[in-house]
């Protein structure tokens, strides 16, 4: 899994144990792109004190999913999803004309809830 | 949802932030049913002591689930996929004899997950 896909979803579940701080600077660097100077410059405070921040916000996240695993359980379920959902495809040539439309529902709530999963 | 199915989800999740003792205690008087006293005398403390650490388990998890909501986020995901699970069973008069097979091993495979979820 791409790293910043990870950190999202490590941040998704634990974000809310972190500080404001620590929480503005994460989502400012990762999400919104900004470099750490310009962090630093932005609230006055140095390079190293930003990355330290953002070091310990990271190792803070992956120290929770290390205690409870709750990304890797909602990965898991998010994969066993996807798998039934390819299968739910490849039914639809045997289902018969008068049921399209019930399948079709299944398969657009099925894959809604694989995207959720994912987000 | 009755009591001790909130308990028991909020102790899976959330159980390896407790200490060892909570998590004694805890299994003890929710999963094992013993009393208050009982665990008390099986260890050599009060039973005021033994109410205490209980207390303070059942609402730090609580806190958890405050800050984080993941237990909610599970039971929506799950109540999603019984839903799900349900229209897939009405759809089996409209698979074709040749597609049986594969419905009900996606039916299966969908069960087992609601399942999980629940658990």
């Given at each position: 899994?791409?790293?910043?896909?990870?950190i999202?979803?490590?941040?998704d579940f634990?974000?809310?144990?972190?500080?404001?701080?620590?929480?503005?600077?994460?989502?400012l660097?990762f999400?919104?792109?900004?470099?750490?100077?310009?962090?630093a410059?932005?609230?006055g405070?140095t390079r190293?004190?930003?990355?330290?921040?953002?070091?310990r916000?990271?190792?803070?996240?992956?120290?929770?999913?290390?205690?409870?695993g709750?990304?890797?359980?909602?990965l898991t379920?998010t994969?066993?999803?996807?798998?039934i959902?390819?299968s739910?495809?490849e039914?639809e040539?045997?289902?018969?004309?008068?049921?399209?439309n019930r399948?079709?529902?299944?398969?657009?709530?099925?894959?809604e809830?694989v995207k959720?999963?994912c987000e």
């Open positions: 899994m791409p790293d910043l896909v990870r999202s979803l490590l941040y634990y974000g809310a144990f972190l500080t404001k701080k620590q929480r503005e600077f994460f989502e660097h999400f919104k792109d900004w470099s750490l100077s310009e962090i410059e932005n609230f405070v190293q004190n930003v990355s330290d921040v953002i070091h916000s990271t190792a803070l996240l992956e120290d929770y999913e290390g205690k409870l709750l990304v890797k359980r909602f379920m994969k066993d999803m996807e798998r959902l390819k739910l495809k039914l040539p045997f289902v018969r004309e008068e049921g399209k399948w079709r529902k299944i398969y657009r709530e099925l894959a809830l959720e999963g």
